[in-house]
């Protein structure tokens, strides 16, 4: 005897419990059409994760339980197939997260998920109860444990499938991608999950939901912990394996290798965009375009997300935009196929300055006249997407969020801020990385020194620090929550301007509120992981 196991890291919307049901249904059948014993979904992939507060609603379990029993009566002519699907489940007036199985026509059991992550994105106690017990069913004459996600990083729920009889466990996940995620889940199921000895089929969601990627790779692994399957990131895929009675795994090893670093950036950002826009239902979307870096990028993987079709681009130029910033947006335009349009704003710019001058009389120039442009920009993008209905994509990165260099109702005004969590170095990074793919991006735009443009001569270190020092004391403070004093005494680190740079930070929570969302790439974003006070003091 032996069990043939399909797993699926499908992708799932959150709330289309019809769809999502669908999908599994469809998957099932060509599971069971390859021989399968077992057929694997990730978490709540019935409804969608992280489904929030519509867990809450009795309408919206009552839906799930009904998907999930229509689901198993769909089934029941594969007798042969259990069926493991994530789902909320209402028990003695108690909301779980749970794994049903399905089998022979009906929902067998349901295995609760154990232990509930309260850090960085995740707020599940709020939602969910803690569940317990251990559930553990026979498949093709191999015994099954089932744990959903954090089960996995703890021992205790392994153990306990084991001492109920478990000889290959199957952990149902929806885990978000950051940088470097992957290889801690690796090494987490490695030391948890095979600390007992089992083999593990781990099966990860993929997909965009608002500010969280979640990028597939699911694995198998040996009771030695290593790696016997491993599938692509950021697309659906379903993979399989064999094991024996005992646990004994019959599959070769063959696993995909893991994306370098910056690769998997930019997939990830190509996959929360792509799915923002579909999800919601957008016909394309629409970006100012400066002929600085990050426009660049963002003009970049929306096309490569999209397709150059439903990509629009367009430049707002003044006085104090540089002709080589003109010509750079136009090649890049052009390169990539996308809608190129020329809106000059000048005569506007001056008819406000007209307007506005008794009012500013005896007053010097300053950021008012250079926030008044940035806000013309945003009126002009906001009128175009009212009348196409094409999503605004601001083009700030992380290092300007974090220190406010933007402008409210200017270069913040859109619908998603695709690159919000991408430090300004990085954003050079994903250009390099982009280009040594296609040369698409002008080499002038990655070697010219950054500037907003709204003044003459105007340079962002006339503002701010270096990048490279810049985006060491963000990614210090803000990602690795490190203390001031500790990043002061960092090699070239001045202990002035780390006072300086972290009091922006916390200055700039307001801008950060009112902005809107983007996809989450680093270990702590500013976003559902950053909760500070708008109002308060920074005196340390």
């Not at 014993?37 to 969608?48: A, D, Q, R, Y």
């Not at 259990?82 to 789902?87: K, L, M, R, S």
């Not at 996995?152 to 306990?160: I, K, Q, R, S, V």
């Not at 006072?499 to 974003?525: F, N």
Request: proline fraction near 6%; charge should be negative; charged fraction near 25%.
């Amino acid at each position: 005897m032996q069990a043939k196991v399909v797993f699926a890291q499908i992708n799932p919307m959150v709330g289309d419990i019809a769809g999502n049901a669908a999908k599994i249904l469809t998957e099932a059948r060509e599971a069971a059409a390859s021989g399968a014993s077992v057929f694997v979904t990730p978490e709540l992939s019935i409804c969608g994760y992280p489904p929030e507060d519509w867990v809450s609603r009795k309408e919206f379990l009552a839906s799930c339980g009904d998907a999930v029993r229509k689901l198993a009566s769909d089934l029941r002519d594969l007798t042969d197939l259990a069926v493991i699907v994530g789902t909320p489940v209402q028990k003695d007036g108690r909301t779980y997260n749970a794994a049903a199985l399905i089998r022979n026509g009906a929902v067998e059991a349901f295995y609760l998920k154990h232990h509930l992550p309260e850090y960085g994105v995740f707020d599940e106690p709020r939602l969910f109860a803690p569940g317990e017990g251990a559930l553990v069913f026979t498949a093709g004459g191999v015994r099954f444990g089932i744990l959903i996600c954090e089960d996995g990083w703890y021992p205790d729920p392994a153990a306990e499938a084991r001492a109920a009889g478990a000889e290959v466990l199957l952990s149902i996940n929806a885990s978000p991608f950051s940088v470097g995620k992957a290889d801690e889940r690796l090494k987490t199921a490695r030391n948890c999950l095979t600390s007992i000895g089992l083999p593990a089929v781990y099966v990860n969601m993929v997909g965009g939901q608002d500010e969280l990627v979640f990028d597939g790779g699911s694995f198998v692994l040996n009771g030695d912990g290593t790696v016997i399957s491993r599938l692509p990131e950021f697309r659906e895929a379903c993979g399989e394996a064999v094991f024996a009675p005992g646990g004994r795994i019959l599959s070769d090893a063959a696993p995909s290798e893991p994306l370098e670093e910056d690769e998997s950036v930019y997939r990830a950002l190509m996959l929360a965009v792509q799915d923002y826009v579909g999800k919601n239902r957008f016909p394309g979307v629409i970006l100012g375009l400066s002929g600085g870096v990050d426009s660049a990028l963002t003009l970049a993987i929306a096309a490569d997300a999209l397709g150059p079709d439903r990509v629009r681009a367009v430049m707002m130029p003044t006085e104090y935009t540089a002709d080589i910033s003109l010509e750079d947006a136009e090649k890049l335009a052009r390169t990539l196929g996308v809608r190129y349009d020329v809106i000059a704003i000048s005569s506007v710019f001056n008819q406000y300055m007209t307007m506005l001058n008794p009012y500013f009389e005896g007053r010097p120039w300053d950021v008012t006249e250079e926030n008044l442009q940035a806000r013309i920009r945003g009126m002009i993008l906001m009128a175009l997407s009212n009348k196409t209905g094409a999503l605004v994509l601001t083009t700030g990165n992380k290092s300007e969020s974090a220190v406010g260099y933007s402008t409210l109702y200017g270069d913040l005004a859109g619908g998603f801020a695709l690159i919000r969590d991408v430090l300004k170095t990085r954003v050079y990074r994903l250009c390099a990385w982009r280009n040594r793919q296609e040369p698409v991006i002008p080499e002038r735009i990655l070697t010219r020194a950054p500037s907003a443009e709204l003044r003459e001569g105007q340079k962002d270190e006339d503002s701010l620090p270096p990048y490279a020092v810049l985006d060491r004391i963000i990614e210090s403070y803000v990602e690795k929550r490190m203390a001031s004093g500790d990043i002061a005494r960092l090699d070239g680190m001045n202990p002035e301007t780390v006072k300086r740079i972290i009091t922006m930070i916390h200055r700039s929570e307001y801008k950060r509120r009112q902005s809107p969302t983007g996809p989450r790439i680093s270990p702590v974003g500013f976003g559902r992981d950053w909760r500070y006070p708008i109002t308060g003091k920074v005196n340390f």
